[in-house]
């Protein structure tokens, strides 16, 4: 297994959502719902030009088969994946659901982001597919 840093562009952009999600978490703080974050996400991500999808549809699939579909919260600039929470604790299913995510769409990089912390850096954690 073979684990690599995102290259600089992924990085910057990682960088933008975790800035943005700094400034939402100060605003509204730890109490709302997910659609709550993803909603003011989307706001301040449009304020700072940063490109993204909202609920993104990923296409499942089974042996060669189509089984559904799947939705990534943000696809930021085609390449980066990020799953917003609003949980007690971010638990490893979590994780592992960031990994398909980026699996079915063939990115590299994912954030996971819970917004019910206190401090916004203690709901952030990266997410590398290894290859």
């Known amino acids: 297994m073979v684990i690599r840093e995102p290259d600089p562009v992924l990085d910057e952009l990682a960088s933008a959502v975790i800035g943005a999600a700094v ?20 706001v301040e991500l449009s304020l700072q030009g940063v490109p993204f999808r909202a609920q993104h549809p990923v296409p499942v699939w089974y042996k060669d088969h189509d089984v559904g579909e799947g939705r990534v919260d943000l696809l930021v600039g085609e390449q980066l994946v990020v799953e917003l929470k609003a949980v007690d604790r971010l638990l490893p299913i979590h994780q592992a659901q960031v990994v398909s995510y980026l699996r079915a769409v063939r990115c590299h990089l994912g954030l996971l982001i819970n917004f019910k912390v206190e401090i916004l850096k203690a709901g952030v954690k990266r997410v590398i597919l290894s290859t």
Do not use: D, I, N, T
């Open 23 to 42: 400034e939402v978490h100060r605003h509204l703080g730890p109490g709302f719902l997910e659609s709550v974050y993803e909603q003011a996400m989307k």
